[in-house]
């Protein structure tokens, strides 16, 4: 079992910066890839940027440029820099974590989510 915990949404106004961490308890040894998803209000949960232990990252074409996710493995904690953000970036947003051998998810994990919200 692992528990994810995120913290650092809120309020910001659009352009402004936020960051996102995301902490990860339990049996970790078997993760393998990390990452952000976001959901905003009847639209599917959608990926944001991910990071294998490896260090390869994917973002989401709409965050290119603009958000970096990184990681402390020291501490179990993932990141996710938000810069020049705007109100589509409005979304909750949820840590997660897995196991993926061979494309095969063997494990997935999901934290409780926290609201980022970009005014105009």
């Known amino acids: 079992q692992v528990q994810l915990v995120e913290s650092g949404g809120g309020l910001v106004q659009a352009g402004g910066s936020l960051r996102l961490s995301c902490a990860a308890s339990?049996?970790?040894?078997?993760?393998?890839?990390r990452g952000w998803y976001r959901q905003a209000p009847g639209k599917q949960r959608e990926l944001v940027a991910s990071?294998?232990?490896?260090?390869?990252?994917n973002y989401a074409d709409s965050v290119k440029g603009r958000f970096t996710i990184s990681r402390d493995n020291a501490k179990n904690l993932v990141y996710l820099q938000m810069n020049s953000l705007k109100p589509e970036d409005t979304a909750v947003y949820y840590c997660?974590?897995?196991?993926?051998?061979?494309?095969?998810?063997?494990?997935?994990?999901w934290g409780q989510g926290t609201q980022v919200t970009v005014s105009s």
């Open positions: 339990g049996s970790i040894f078997s993760i393998n890839v």
């Open positions: 997660y974590a897995g196991r993926v051998v061979a494309t095969i998810v063997t494990k997935d994990y």
């Open positions: 990071i294998t232990n490896g260090g390869s990252t």
